[in-house]
């Protein structure tokens, strides 16, 4: 498990975005904090962070967004960066909340405000 995220069941194809949700989900200030930049797409806002990662959106020509995942070659993940499209960074984005709520129902408020504001 990284963080929040259930990293044991997915592909390895999957282990730079899992990485990087594992320190966003509850990586920040707040649980928004990571995710008003990438699935927010707030360019005033951060997509990354320590120990070296970063989601960034992509804007694609047909209007989709793809989200390019790095993680510091340190880390020793291989392979260390992918491209996702949004509802797989979404999906696991959620999965990463519900996980959060299960230890801290407390937050369910919180929680689910972030499911509606960016339709997780």
């Not at 975005?17 to 200030?29: H, K, N, P, R, S």
Request: glycine content about 12%; aromatic content about 10%; proline content about 6%.
């Amino acid at each position: 498990m990284i963080g929040y995220i259930n990293e044991e069941v997915y592909s390895s194809d999957l282990m730079p975005l899992l990485w990087c949700l594992g320190f966003g989900i509850t990586g920040g200030q707040d649980l928004e904090y990571y995710l008003r930049g990438t699935i927010g797409k707030d360019p005033l806002e951060p997509v990354g962070g320590d120990p070296g990662w970063s989601l960034a959106p992509e804007l694609q020509e047909d209007g989709t967004t793809i989200y390019c995942a790095w993680v510091h070659e340190m880390m020793g993940l291989e392979p260390n960066e992918g491209d996702y499209e949004e509802d797989i960074v979404k999906f696991h984005i959620r999965q990463g909340l519900e996980n959060v709520l299960k230890e801290q129902p407390s937050r369910r408020e919180e929680i689910e405000r972030i499911f509606r504001k960016y339709d997780l």
